[in-house]
């Protein structure tokens, strides 16, 4: 069972940017597809990106799209999230997770193993 690690959140201006990483514990090739979500005070968790392996095919919710890139690094067991242009409504916990076969990449509940979190706050 891989074991995903978050690390890169904080607090940042509004126009700022953040590198969230998500270090895996084995290959990122043994998982389908890796994803980011994130869940704001009182709301549910919601889909930001996501990446296939097969392909390299790239995933991103409507909301930060053109602002936000996933990437991997498999020498490194790492999936990546540049967050750039940063919005005060983007403030929110950041998890990545990691699935294991095709469907609605929108969906937290396909996902199978989860980071523990990595907070980002950005002030207005």
């Known amino acids: 069972q891989v074991q995903l690690v978050e690390s890169g959140g904080g607090l940042v201006q509004a126009g700022g940017s953040l590198r969230l990483s998500c270090a895996a514990s084995?290959?990122?090739?043994?998982?389908?597809?890796m994803g980011w979500f994130r869940q704001a005070p009182g709301k549910e968790r919601e889909f930001v990106a996501a990446i296939r392996w097969t392909g390299g095919t790239t995933i991103y919710a409507d909301s930060v799209k053109g602002r936000f890139t996933i990437f991997g690094d498999n020498a490194k067991n790492t999936v990546f999230l540049q967050m750039n242009s940063l919005k005060p409504e983007d403030t929110a916990v950041y998890y990545c997770?990691?699935?294991?076969?095709?469907?609605?990449?929108?969906?937290?509940?396909?996902?199978?193993?989860w980071g523990q979190g990595t907070q980002v706050t950005v002030s207005s």
């Open positions: 084995e290959s990122l090739f043994s998982s389908y597809a």
């Open positions: 997770a990691a699935r294991y076969y095709s469907g609605n990449y929108y969906s937290q509940y396909q996902y199978k193993n």
